[in-house]
């Protein structure tokens, strides 16, 4: 009699632990290259073309910015909530983001290569052509939101999930990923990188849909 495997369970995502203080609003001056920004709350500003460069956020909201190409690469977010941000282009590469909720946003184009997200909640929204090549995302979960053609090229995905939330054109290419839970995306859809699916969890349903890529990178024949 053959013994049944035990099937190991999948490791879900650690929610960001953070409780905004009472926020002192932002002067509306120029962000800083490396300023240092704590407790502050930007409230509809439009921070278009900022260079604020290895800057430092802790215990911040930025609500209903606009980020137009604005340069916050190296910069540090920390214990801090965006709210309905919008804007193309913001460049984010290298940052650090450690727990920190994004919720219902708006952008397209972000920048997020070789950035590290520990403790990270994406909510609502939509974000286009999402950068996350080389990053390194921990703790991580997409709810609820629309991604279209993410880019996780190298980048090392661990205790991800994605819950009620469409995926279009994904680029799994040389990712690695343990611990990802696609069960919950409400549609799934791979344009490279099929075999590097090993660590991820999917639904019966979504095994059908993915069957004839898998076939064809195994080089198997369907007729």
Do not use: W
Request: proline share 4%; with cysteine.
């Amino acid at each position: 009699m053959v013994e049944a495997r035990k099937v190991k369970p999948v490791a879900g995502p650690k929610a960001p632990q953070f409780s905004l203080p009472e926020l002192r609003p932002f002067d509306g001056g120029a962000l800083e290259t490396e300023g240092d920004y704590d407790g502050l709350v930007f409230e509809g500003l439009d921070l278009s073309g900022a260079g604020a460069r290895g800057a430092h956020f802790l215990d911040c909201a930025l609500r209903r910015c606009v980020l137009d190409e604005a340069v916050l690469k190296r910069a540090r977010v920390v214990d801090s909530a965006l709210e309905e941000v919008r804007g193309v282009g913001a460049d984010l590469s290298e940052a650090q983001l450690r727990d920190v909720e994004i919720r219902d946003a708006r952008l397209g184009g972000l920048q997020l290569s070789g950035a590290t997200l520990t403790r990270v909640r994406v909510r609502g929204g939509k974000i286009d052509f999402l950068n996350l090549r080389q990053a390194a995302l921990t703790d991580v979960v997409f709810e609820n939101c629309l991604l279209v053609e993410p880019d996780f090229g190298g980048a090392r995905l661990e205790r991800v999930a994605f819950t009620d939330c469409e995926v279009r054109g994904a680029d799994l290419n040389a990712a690695t990923l343990r611990d990802v839970d696609l069960r919950g995306a409400a549609s799934l859809e791979i344009t490279r990188g099929y075999d590097r699916l090993s660590g991820a969890v999917i639904s019966p349903s979504q095994l059908l849909d993915l069957a004839p890529h898998f076939a064809a990178q195994l080089g198997v024949r369907v007729e």
